[in-house]
């Protein structure tokens, strides 16, 4: 459908466009109280090296984990794999309430082995608590990783909790997301309605081929001649009755040619 003869059907629908736009509006302001704030609450945990590590001699030398963070990154992209699993988001979805979510991602924003975990909730004791739970799944799966190892504890990958939220952050963007979506739905979906009844009603108005030619046959079939005709016999009333059928004949023509016209103008 052509986006000139959408607008044209608005034009003429226009009052059912001003009632959409109020039962969108309405719609909109329902979701958005009825969703409401949620609160936001973030952590960090730096993938820590092995404070030791084995030289070539195979004596066991003390080093500054600091200085070889690089060297943990691809155990940090494991752990990340590892808690967002399909197990651990099950797990998660039924431990807390609808609406709770959860996003785990490596920190991009530099070189150093971190994970950055965000969780949304609507209530701010479930915003910390969810997010506790995911921060101390690190270590454990950590060590799960080097189990089968048999690693002293001092060669293991460990981890640290850099920083984490104990007050939640208040946000509306789940708000803000359900109100765009509903708005963009039903206002949407109304106009395209809107627009499909009114080609509907439009197209039962407008006449059928049929018609039209059965009218331009009857028309065809009754030649009109505006000029005056001579009769010998005038009737005894003192009228032409040739002149006034012509008159007439002529008058319902023109009557049924301008209803074409209007028809033509309308659709």
Do not use: C
């Amino acid at each position: 459908m052509e986006m000139r003869v959408v607008w044209r059907s608005l034009r003429r629908r226009w009052y059912l466009v001003l009632a959409l736009a109020v039962l969108t509006l309405g719609a909109t302001l329902l979701v958005a109280q009825r969703t409401g704030e949620t609160y936001e609450a973030t952590a960090t945990v730096l993938v820590f090296p092995p404070a030791q590590a084995q030289d070539p001699t195979g004596a066991m030398t003390q080093a500054n984990p600091y200085l070889v963070l690089g060297g943990v990154s691809q155990a940090r992209d494991v752990v990340v794999r590892a808690l967002t699993s399909k197990k651990i988001a099950d797990t998660f979805g039924e431990t807390y309430p609808t609406g709770t979510t959860f996003e785990i991602t490596p920190d991009f924003t530099n070189s150093a082995p971190i994970i950055v975990f965000t969780v949304e909730a609507p209530a701010p004791d479930v915003a910390i608590e969810a997010l506790k739970t995911l921060t101390d799944r690190v270590p454990v799966e950590l060590e799960k990783m080097q189990s089968e190892l048999d690693l002293p504890a001092g060669e293991q990958v460990t981890s640290v909790v850099l920083t984490r939220d104990e007050v939640p952050a208040t946000t509306k963007k789940a708000m803000i997301r359900s109100a765009l979506m509903t708005m963009a739905g039903l206002g949407g979906l109304g106009l395209l309605l809107i627009a499909l009844v009114d080609g509907w009603l439009t197209g039962r108005r407008s006449p059928s081929p049929e018609d039209t030619v059965a009218d331009d046959d009857a028309g065809a079939s009754a030649p009109v001649s505006l000029h005056p005709v001579h009769v010998d016999a005038p009737a005894p009333d003192g009228r032409d009755p040739d002149r006034a059928a012509q008159v007439e004949v002529t008058a319902r023509l023109l009557k049924r040619r301008g209803r074409r016209d209007q028809r033509g103008e309308a659709s």
